[in-house]
């Protein structure tokens, strides 16, 4: 019933920046925690970053931690992740989600890729 759309993807250079973001629309939409989540070829999907709805707290892997940045709209139901000082070894398709519990369906994602 909760349809993600996350949009932003593209190619950078490496230490360039990008801006994804995820539109979440359909009724209900309760999530405590949203999260952003990557996968790249040949990899399992990997945790990058979540945000709680109410307050804004966030986690991030160790991976990203001071180069990305989640943040949210909630007003607008998107989500959002900072994408800094972009390393190759972000090259991944991004997808955002529910965190913390149970996801909901997986939308198509966006494409990063970052050369060096």
């Known amino acids: 019933q909760v349809q993600l759309v996350e949009s932003g993807g593209g190619l950078v250079q490496a230490g360039g920046s990008l801006r994804l973001s995820c539109a979440a629309s359909?009724?209900?939409?309760?999530?405590?925690?949203m999260g952003w989540f990557r996968q790249a070829p040949g990899k399992e999907r990997e945790f990058v970053a979540a945000i709680r709805w109410s307050g804004g707290s966030t986690s991030y892997a160790d991976s990203v931690k001071g180069r990305f940045t989640i943040s949210r709209d909630n007003a607008k139901n998107t989500v959002y992740l900072q994408m800094n000082s972009l390393k190759a070894e972000d090259t991944a398709v991004y997808y955002c989600?529910?965190?913390?519990?149970?996801?909901?369906?997986w939308g198509q994602g966006t494409q990063v890729t970052v050369s060096s």
């Open positions: 989600n529910r965190a913390g519990s149970e996801s909901f369906i």
């Open positions: 359909g009724r209900p939409f309760r999530a405590a925690h």
